[in-house]
């Protein structure tokens, strides 16, 4: 089967740097995802890489990709408390629009 | 964007009650649309994906009987938790697919429903 792994949590002080890591088992997948979830909210998308990519950086947003460990990050620079959330991966299934989304982390910021 | 409306966001009820659920696409339409369920602190866990005029396909574990999927117009599609019980109260999240969109963007997401069952 599928498994998306992630750490549960994460903990970081305003103004430092966050990394988000997540692990995935199929290596077909073209794209893979960066969500974000508040409380009480649905997902929100926050970046994505191609599957043939090594790194993406998108303002405070920087997307590793290791395709032989399969294995992503997310790294989100001067954490902001508004970065305080759910953060999910998720790779896409070949050929479907279906997703299989990870164990999700959540990032507490503290001042 | 596309913008994906689920409605209601929260509904109270007693054991025994059938709820329906709506996802509307508002601005593109949806030939496919998916629904998740959440528990605390825990993942998306994928119930069905529904196709426009046709049966929709269910995850396995899922009873259809119990989660009855409609997705009979291109930008709405409808979940019903039949007699509904205590272990049925999560949260619920619809999704739907633009065929016209972008690879990099498969789902676009509705803001969820929470469902309580008393």
């Known amino acids: 089967g599928e498994d998306v792994e992630q750490s549960l949590f994460l903990s970081v002080r305003e103004g430092d740097s966050s990394v988000i890591n997540c692990t995935y088992t199929?290596?077909?997948?073209?794209?893979l995802y960066w969500y974000k979830q508040e409380p009480g909210a649905g997902l929100q998308l926050l970046t994505y890489?191609?599957?043939?990519?090594d790194m993406k950086q998108d303002q405070r947003l920087t997307v590793l990709l290791n395709k032989k460990d399969k294995h992503l990050s997310l790294r989100i620079a001067d954490t902001q408390t508004g970065d305080s959330a759910i953060y999910f991966c998720?790779?896409?299934?070949?050929?479907?629009?279906?997703?299989?989304f990870g164990t999700g982390t959540r990032l507490q910021v503290f001042p | 964007g596309a913008v994906v409306s689920q409605h209601p966001s929260r509904v109270i009820c007693k054991s025994g009650t059938s709820v329906k659920i709506e996802c509307r696409s508002l601005d593109f339409q949806a030939t496919t649309m998916f629904w998740y369920r959440q528990f605390p602190k825990q993942s998306l866990m994928l119930m069905a994906t529904?196709?426009?005029?046709?049966?929709?396909?269910?995850e396995q574990g899922v009873e259809k009987d119990k989660f009855l999927i409609n997705h009979a117009s291109l930008t709405l599609s409808t979940l019903t938790v039949t007699s509904a019980h205590p272990e049925d109260s999560s949260f619920y999240i619809c999704?739907?697919?633009?065929?016209?969109?972008?690879?990099?963007?498969?789902?676009?997401f509705g803001d969820g429903t929470r469902l309580s069952i008393l």
């Open positions: 999704s739907a697919s633009d065929p016209e969109g972008k690879a990099n963007q498969p789902q676009h």
């Open positions: 998720a790779e896409s299934i070949s050929n479907t629009d279906k997703l299989i």
């Open positions: 529904s196709n426009e005029g046709s049966k929709a396909t269910y």
């Open positions: 890489i191609f599957s043939n990519m």
């Open positions: 199929d290596s077909s997948s073209t794209y």
